[in-house]
T-cell receptor, first 114, second 116 residues
Framework: AQTVTQSQPEMSVQEAETVTLSCTYD???????LFWYKQPPSRQMILVIR??????QNATENRFSVNFQKAAKSFSLKISDSQLGDTAMYFC???????????FGSGTRLQVQP | EAGVAQSPRYKIIEKRQSVAFWCNPI?????LYWYQQILGQGPKLLIQ????????DSQLPKDRFSAERLKGVDSTLKIQPAKLEDSAVYLC??????????????FGPGTRLTVL
């Protein structure tokens, strides 16, 4: 069974600074997909960024980028130029090519301070 | 484009009562998921539908939970009878293309259930 671990329950960052959220996972699959989802307070969960395991290049989406280390089974999210609107719960998630449903980590609560 | 709709947004019931949640996915989305999110945890899959067929219900407590997706569109999730440990947010999500693992899932606002 696949597992996803987020070891940072809470993090805080000053506005305009950079923060990195950690995620590790365990799987015996060779091809799979990793995601970071954002869940703002009392709002819907939305996709931030996704990474395909067979692609060595790290995904980027504007201020969001990942550091994907397949051998280490590590998938961290870097948020540059943090904004107040980045305050949210961030979930790392995994899916293999067969199952399609997401396996989530326990989340990291990020607070951006003005 | 309208998002995933869920109702009710909040529900408070006594233990041993029954409750039902409704989800309307994004139009045209073939796959629908129900997740349970207990406070302080990540969402956990309860059941996955593709059109009106069940793909995965391995983590659904079938002695008390049931779900259906009639006509491959709307879905209802029922709990009968509810237990205290069922207190959670129930999230519905949908995705467009069946069988595409990289497919983005779009989430509804969730139903927050409190069992007293």
């Amino acid at each position: 069974a696949q597992t996803v671990t987020q070891s940072q329950p809470e993090m805080s960052v000053q506005e305009a600074e950079t923060v990195t959220l950690s995620c590790t996972y365990d799987t015996s699959e060779n091809n799979y997909y990793l995601f970071w989802y954002k869940q703002p307070p009392s709002r819907q969960m939305i996709l931030v960024i996704r990474q395909e395991a067979y692609k060595q290049q790290n995904a980027t989406e504007n201020r969001f980028s990942v550091n994907f280390q397949k051998a280490a089974k590590s998938f961290s999210l870097k948020i540059s130029d943090s904004q107040l609107g980045d305050t949210a719960m961030y979930f790392c998630a995994f899916t293999d090519t067969g199952r399609r449903a997401l396996t989530f980590g326990s989340g990291t609560r990020l607070q951006v301070q003005p | 484009e309208a998002g995933v709709a869920q109702s009710p947004r909040y529900k408070i019931i006594e233990k041993r009562q029954s409750v039902a949640f409704w989800c309307n996915p994004i139009s045209g989305h073939a796959t629908l998921y129900w997740y349970q999110q207990i406070l302080g945890q990540g969402p956990k899959l309860l059941i996955q539908f593709q059109n009106n067929g069940v793909v995965d219900d391995s983590q659904l407590p079938k002695d008390r939970f049931s779900a259906e997706r009639l006509k491959g569109v709307d879905s209802t999730l029922k709990i009968q009878p509810a237990k205290l440990e069922d207190s959670a947010v129930y999230l519905c999500a949908s995705s467009l293309v069946p069988g595409l693992a990289s497919n983005e899932q779009f989430f509804g606002p969730g139903t927050r259930l409190t069992v007293l």
